[in-house]
């Protein structure tokens, strides 16, 4: 027969397993305090990014310098602040339409203040406005390209002789257009001191545009 409970001495009465005291790992602490500290940078980053991200203008197709641009030239896009990085802000995307390229500017590139105006006209130059039979100028000529304006002959002419005589420098500054009839024309930038002179050989069809090297 089991003794009563009252008769068992106290230090029997005791059961169950002893408490376990749980130990925190330093380790572990540092390892998340570093979690902490990260994932708070990462959010104070991102949130920043978001916040100094502006509207910027970008080109939508590659214009060449001296091209007008076209509404369809230039697009938007969204960018960081960048220290250094001169932009243009989107809300003048509507004011660079019909306006020049000043430089060469590919696809993707940020406009820069400096990069599409009105185009200048240098001191002691002059830009005339050519139009030309077929035959006449180069299919190849881009915005920028070099040149070298010629008389063309007369029938009776020596050839030779008329084309040492008569020749200009010149450059490109606007896209050359093809009519329906083959002619061409365009705007060339030459010396204003031979202007007029080539301006009224080109108006009764006895100029030739010839295209060098360097564009």
């Known amino acids: 027969m089991a003794a009563p409970t009252h008769q068992i001495p106290a230090f029997l009465q005791r059961t169950g397993s002893p408490s376990l005291r749980a130990r925190r790992s330093p380790r572990l602490i540092l390892i998340g305090l570093l979690c902490t500290c990260l994932g708070g940078l990462g959010c104070a980053v991102a949130w920043q990014r978001t916040t100094h991200a502006h509207q910027v203008i970008v ?3 590659a214009l060449a310098r001296g091209e007008q641009v076209g509404a369809g030239d230039l697009t938007t896009t969204s960018i960081g602040a960048a220290s250094g990085v001169s932009t243009v802000a ?3 995307l509507d004011a660079l339409v019909g306006r020049t390229a000043l430089v060469d500017l590919p696809s993707g590139a940020l406009v820069t203040a400096d990069s599409i105006g009105d185009s200048a006209i240098a001191p002691g130059t002059s830009v005339i406005g050519l139009h030309l039979p077929a035959g006449r100028v180069p299919s190849t000529l881009v915005p920028g390209a070099d040149v070298v304006l010629a008389t063309a002959p007369a029938p009776d002419d020596d050839p030779d002789a008329e084309l040492a ?3 200009s420098p010149g450059m490109v500054v ?4 093809q009519a329906s009839d083959g002619s ?3 705007d060339v930038q030459v010396r204003t001191d031979v202007a007029l002179h080539l301006a009224g050989l080109a108006s ?3 100029l030739v545009v010839v295209q ?4």
């Open 174 to 177: 606007s896209t050359p257009v």
């Open 165 to 167: 005589k008569e020749q």
């Open 212 to 215: 060098t090297g360097g564009a």
């Open 59 to 61: 080109v939508a197709r």
């Open 204 to 206: 009764v069809g006895r």
């Open 184 to 186: 061409w024309s365009l």
């Open 90 to 92: 989107a809300d003048r």
